[in-house]
């Protein structure tokens, strides 16, 4: 990949630097983080581009989207089940232990049981006897619930509640484990196992993407004296991007990194790389993958996190070599999540070459049975977008609804389909395949979303105008008046003009345009509406209104007929400038065929007002720019009339044999009436 044809620009607001102690982060609180979107330009600076398409996770910062997110929730999940510290902190407290680690906590509550039993206390120390095997090894949850309907009122029943609830949990059993902590839930408001049910339920709702529930929950439980539950509400609020409030909360924490939850310290990690706060980031993905070294799936998942905050930062040849070292040295969905970030920068560079690169890479994960291959599909259909293969694009979101019918993306497809719709067809108007715009607007206009369809509406009737389709342009053109915003509506309400008049309908043009100009008195039409209502004055033959309007005839079709319009009123002194004017356009613009008529009407000008030297002068010029092109009997009848006039009998008699010898109607006749008005 060559770095140097990229450029990344990153905006940044730089923030008050954070305070560091011992490893430890404290977010000063109200502070924001870098709100920016990562900018792939060229070097040149010309054709900035958004890092990001609908739904495509190129952006290493988009954590909480994409095939990144999809990685991020397998990742939570394996850190969540190797956490098992509440349980043990929920026995501490309930049992009034001192030990820290599980084996102490087990050794300690073996000796409480031993105490019972001295005391007499056999249905305690049986109930804690239970609980403290149970929490060793997790092997006879039956046995454990069956001592707590046995002895009941023990004072353990929370803590065997609690290690319950967490069993079903690790074993996947939500609503028995949720059952088990909304129980717990509604205790003591400030025993801590109530606190710490509350926690676990705000979890619950957190892995299953409940933000809203979870949010209010773990401010419940922080309410009611759980700690952890301020961090946790912090990773809530980044996952659902209140930025400002995840950073307030995580500037309570006072714990080291290595003290702080794996699932918060990469929340941390990412706000810190959203921050712009790299060093800081790298420390906390460094720190994760430390602990993680025998989990193939964890250690590339922070290494790439560490080569995300280095893309971030612009430094792109350190971003890629830590992809590519992840992908080297792995197999299976760690080479996965490697091949997706080279590609991605691939996708970003936004050259052809670049992007059939990422093109094979996405094509290859999915369709290769991963984790991220559902996802995937998204990113390549983006860039398939991106290099302008619409056709191709389609045909992946038609083979995805088929490999994935039951996905809940799925539901995505219609508003991907309608982005590419939108954009195909601005690509075919914009080229001129005014055909292939009428296609595709009759195929898949129906999927264009609701704020592009006047826009679509326009073009498609542009189009079909375009290639003489009235009646579909006058449809098309409707619709967009009818849906569309005041710029939409002012283009189509011209271009419907148009095609009235297109369709000799200057009435209809004439209606629209007064409608339009009384709507908009002061709009960027102004000029070419007047140029219509003079059309429409000419093709009704109003032509005391053409030769009174004061449209600038910058244009030599409006310049000859406004010099007609003089002409059919009898004013032909008048009409004469106007026909060398349109005359000297046409000449200039190479159009002989229009030129020779410029001359023809200069022509009978002059000779209407007895200008007959000038008359045969024209006529002769009309003649010899036809290219055999226009009758020509007509100029040279007049020409024989204009010699006759200034009684050039030979030049007349000339005339009337090059007139004769065309031998059409007027060269047939034209003599015998010279010859019959002579003897008269």
């Not at 000063?28 to 958004?50: F, H, Q």
């Not at 098992?84 to 073996?110: F, H, M, Q, T």
């Not at 826009?455 to 098309?476: C, Q």
């Not at 229009?594 to 006529?619: K, M, N, P, Q, T």
Request: with cysteine.
């Amino acid at each position: 990949m060559k770095n140097t044809s990229i450029i990344i620009l990153i905006v940044m607001l730089m923030l008050p630097s954070v305070s560091e102690a011992a490893r430890t982060y404290v977010f000063g609180a109200g502070e924001k983080p870098v709100n920016t979107r990562l900018k792939i330009v060229r070097k040149n600076n010309e054709n900035k581009m958004d890092f990001r398409l609908t739904l495509d996770s190129s952006n290493p910062t988009t954590f909480n989207d994409g095939w990144r997110w999809v990685y991020r929730k397998k990742v939570m999940q394996l850190l969540k089940d190797k956490d098992d510290s509440i349980k043990a902190r929920v026995l501490r407290e309930e049992l009034g232990l001192n030990s820290e680690s599980k084996e102490d906590i087990i050794k300690e509550g073996l000796d409480l049981v031993s105490a019972l039993k001295i005391k007499g206390e056999s249905s305690k120390a049986e109930v804690l006897s239970a609980l403290i095997y149970f929490f060793s090894d997790e092997k006879d949850p039956a046995g454990l619930e069956s001592k707590l309907r046995l002895h009941r009122n023990t004072g353990y029943e929370q803590a065997g509640e609690f290690i319950l609830g967490s069993y079903y949990e690790a074993k996947g059993f939500y609503p028995e484990a949720s059952g088990h902590y909304s129980r717990l839930s509604k205790g003591e408001d400030k025993r801590f196992v109530t606190a710490a049910a509350k926690f676990m339920r705000a979890r619950h709702y957190f892995f299953d993407s409940k933000l809203k529930e979870a949010k209010e929950l773990f401010k419940a439980s922080w309410e009611a004296g759980f700690s952890d539950s301020a961090m946790w509400l912090a990773n809530t609020c980044l996952i659902k991007g209140e930025f400002d409030y995840a950073a307030e909360l995580y500037g309570k924490n006072t714990k080291p990194n290595d003290d702080i939850d794996a699932i918060t310290l990469l929340s941390m990690g990412d706000l810190f790389n959203l921050k712009g706060e790299f060093d800081k980031a790298r420390l906390a993905f460094g720190n994760l993958k430390a602990r993680y070294p025998k989990d193939n799936l964890l250690d590339a998942f922070f290494s790439l996190k560490i080569g995300d905050t280095f893309l971030r930062e612009g430094k792109i040849a350190e971003a890629e070599n830590a992809y590519t070292k992840v992908k080297v040295r792995f197999s299976g969905e760690p080479w996965a999540m490697a091949s997706l970030s080279i590609a991605d920068l691939y996708a970003a560079a936004q050259e052809p070459e670049s992007l059939k690169k990422s093109i094979r890479t996405y094509k290859e994960i999915a369709e290769g049975g991963y984790i991220g291959s559902e996802i995937t599909y998204f990113s390549l259909i983006t860039t398939y977008i991106k290099t302008g293969n619409f056709e191709e694009a389609l045909a992946r979101m038609k083979s995805f609804a088929a490999l994935y019918p039951t996905s809940p993306m799925r539901a995505d497809l219609p508003r991907i389909q309608g982005t590419l719709v939108y954009k195909w067809m601005d690509a075919l108007y914009n080229g001129g395949d005014f055909y292939g715009v009428i296609k595709l607007n009759a195929e898949y206009g129906a999927v264009i979303p609701f704020g592009k369809k006047a826009e679509t509406y326009l073009k498609a009737g542009t189009a079909a105008y375009s290639l003489g389709l009235f009646s579909e342009a006058a449809g098309n053109l409707d619709n967009a008046i009818k849906s569309g915003g005041e710029k939409v509506v002012q283009e189509a309400t011209i271009t419907l003009s148009k095609v009235y008049l297109s369709q000799n309908d200057p009435e209809a043009a004439e209606r629209l345009l007064s409608a339009f100009t009384s709507r908009y008195p002061k709009n960027p039409h102004n000029a070419e509406a007047g140029r219509m209502f003079f059309e429409t004055a000419f093709m009704k033959g109003d032509y005391k209104k053409v030769v009174d309007s004061k449209v600038i005839a910058d244009d030599p079709e409006f310049t000859i007929k406004k010099a007609i319009a003089f002409s059919k009123l009898g004013r032909h002194k008048e009409s004469i400038p106007h026909y060398e004017k349109a005359a000297a356009m046409f000449n200039a613009q190479g159009d002989t065929a229009r030129l020779s008529d410029a001359y023809i009407g200069e022509a009978d000008a002059d000779f209407a007002i007895g200008r007959y030297s000038e008359a045969i002068d024209a006529y002769r010029k009309a003649l010899s720019f036809d290219g055999g092109k226009i009758d020509r009997s007509w100029p040279l009848y007049r020409i024989a009339q204009s010699y006759s006039k200034l009684n050039k009998e030979d030049e007349k008699e000339k005339t009337l044999e090059e007139l004769k010898a065309l031998n059409t109607e007027i060269g047939n006749w034209s003599a015998p009436i010279f010859k019959d008005a002579a003897s008269l």
